[in-house]
Every structure is written in structure tokens, then in C-alpha cells.
């Protein structure tokens, strides 16, 4: 079950994994639901009843000292079946520290500064 675009949602708007969830659910955007992986429109709409706004483009990733504050970043980006498929982590920078939100469930730390590790494809900025 892919869980990331309810886990980013969640840490953008600071309320728990469920309430995300149950907001996505509402809206009849199901994790378990892999016709919904491919798409940003989903992740935007949770976002939006989260009252997030998000940028309405998606922008190729060149380095990470050119991302915004907050974003959603595109990794693990492949093709299955000729759809694409992603998984969505949060990128932010506070007080000149950068760091990485991702829901993977088997890393020791959902914190990630391995930015070498991650192979971003592209991203949306966060705009509040």
C-alpha cells in the first residue's frame, strides 16, 4: 500500500497520519488504490481541504540548494505497465538546515540528510 502522498499531506499540515488519511478518504482517494499513484491531482486535492496550497506545476529537479522552503519531492521515479510511479517526500529548510520527511516505513529515521542517496525527479513547491 502506497502511504506516502496521506504521510506528506500530513507532515505539511502538521496533523496526524490518520486525520490525513481520513481527510483523503472524504474525497475518495484511497492509499490501496494504485490508479491513483500516477497522478499530482490527488495529492494537491488533500493538501487543499488541509488548506495547503500547493504551485499548480511540476518542476524538474536540478539541485537541492535550488528547492524552495517546502516541497514535495518526486523519488523512486519509474515506470510500471508505461504509467509512472513515485514516491512523495517532504523537503524543507529551517534555519539553513535541510532535511527530508519520507514515510518509507523501514528506515530507522523518516528524518533523512542522505541527500546523495535520493534520486529526485521532480517536485512542487509548498506555498504555505
Keep these: 500500500m502506497s502511504r506516502g502522498r496521506e504521510a506528506a499531506s500530513a507532515a505539511l499540515a502538521g496533523v496526524a497520519y490518520a486525520e490525513a488519511k481520513r481527510v483523503a478518504n472524504s474525497l475518495g482517494i484511497y492509499a490501496e488504490d494504485k490508479t491513483l499513484w500516477s ?14 496550497s500547493t504551485s499548480a506545476v511540476e518542476v524538474p529537479f536540478e539541485s537541492w540548494d535550488r528547492l524552495p522552503a517546502k516541497a514535495l519531492l518526486a523519488i523512486k521515479w519509474h515506470i510500471e505497465g ?24 523501514s528506515l530507522k529515521s523518516h528524518i533523512r540528510r542522505d541527500f546523495g542517496r535520493m534520486k529526485p525527479k521532480w517536485y512542487i513547491e509548498v506555498c504555505s
Design 39 to 52: 497522478d499530482t491531482g490527488y495529492v494537491r486535492q488533500i493538501l487543499s481541504a488541509l488548506q495547503i
Design 82 to 105: 508505461g504509467k509512472p510511479f513515485w514516491h512523495w517526500v517532504v523537503f524543507s529548510r529551517q534555519d539553513d538546515q535541510a532535511f527530508v520527511l519520507d514515510s518509507k516505513k
